[in-house]
């Protein structure tokens, strides 16, 4: 049974666009007040809440890892009893929060906590898209960054709440975000409609993974800082970051009226983690802090260019439960690696903290170079059989057939086109389709002329944001 049932009739889900992007946003809200809120370092000091926050990224990892190898974490054929756990391991940290004095708990026990409410996150994290992916395509970038956004606005009021009533809102947020989220699962048009078996929609590509490791690496580093001198940091600076790397990503999605890519939204991070670091490595010290805020509005754009496309790619599934947790816990993955190294480097020698920024900086460059000798690719998006075949008729093909008729392309091209769509070369295609290699590279210069295409990356780029009606 859903945890809120009022029987209203069943709604699409744009006509619940507020109530959505406000559970999300109480969501984000929990997660920035755990990270960037006064309380934590208040109950338990700021080297033990480090060691406390490095358990919770520890516990987002292991939930995500569970979840994509584990497909069927949950039945598809009965209520979804996901919700339910993830509220019982977000709220013993409100509680121990909100009951004991700071410093009375074994901070092995802390550390438990911290981690279940990690899993927890994911939990939330992995459950959200459920109801985004429903009928939410080209544009679904924008709407999850909104809810990051309005999500620092609360994060915001939370910090300036007098206590009790701070360390209430760890209790209240996840339980009213999961409380929001299961009304609208129950009240959504179609959000109940599940294919027989899981199929497979999205596949990240191993470059693609280690280049998001990379970057959680170096963005690990600037949330270290910003909670290792948390007491300094100013909330309305930290809300005003996220608010910026969120409107960085809405903007780009509405303006460029499709998917933004993963791959262009990676150069773009790729250039602003440089200046970022630049800044860092020899700008004057007075300016470090703004640059940490700086990187973390970085962050949140990257992590919501990756989930929006994880998303996007996967529009039409209503549980994309294992394929989101597959291309998304890598990021955490890299965050921890680098937070760990944070600890044990300050541990052994403080001093070798200011070197930091220059390993950091060669990261960048190293990323920079992989980029220009082996382009970033996007996540795979077209549609697979449990077999790891080809779904004939599947939301792929519908996008192909949907832009050869717009480009109008003949039924021979059209064919060509899918082949193309999928990486193919004129080779292969030559010989699937019986037909000489001249013959192939012929049908492709004129599918690239009708579609005014230079690339098979913009041509591919052309049919992933071709909005189909999915069947």
Known sequence: MPLIDMNLKKAHVRTMLPMASAGFALFWAWFYLLMFGPSA????????????KLA??????????????KRSMFDRNNPDPIPLVALALTLPIGVLNLISAPGSAPLV????????AGGGFSLIFLEWPKVFMVAWQKDVGAFLASGAAAGAVIYLFSCNLAAPYGDIALLVLPACSLATFTYLRAHIAG??????????????????????????????????YLCQYIEYVEPALVALAIVIGAGVQMASTVLIKRYVTFGIAERLSLL?????FLGLAFLDESLRMAFFLYLLGVLIYFDFANLGALVGFASGQPSPFWRIARGQLV???????????CMALTAFDPSLFEFVPFVCLG????????????????????????????????????????AAEQYGLSNRETEILSYLAKGRNAQYISEQLNISAYTAKTHVYHIYQKMGVNSQQELITIVDSTEVVFQ
């Open 109 to 116: 026990f802390d550390i438990v906590v911290w981690a279940l």
């Open 363 to 402: 990261l960048v460059l190293a990323l920079a170079i992989l980029a220009a000798f082996v382009p970033f690719k996007d996540n795979a998006f077209a549609d697979k059989s449990i077999d790891n075949e080809i779904a004939e008729g599947g939301h792929f093909k519908q996008r192909c057939t949907k």
């Open 191 to 224: 959000s109940g409609k599940m294919p027989e078996e899981p199929v497979e929609q999205t596949k990240l590509f191993p470059l693609t993974g280690f280049t998001v490791a990379i970057f959680g690496a170096l963005f690990g580093f600037a949330l270290f």
């Open 56 to 69: 919770f990224l520890l516990g987002m990892v292991a939930v995500m890892l569970a979840a994509y190898l």
């Open 272 to 276: 602003l983690v440089a200046v970022g």
């Open 331 to 341: 990021l955490p993955l890299g965050i921890a690696v680098s937070w760990t190294a």
């Open 41 to 52: 370092a208040a109950h338990l000091g700021t080297e033990d809440s480090l060691a406390a």
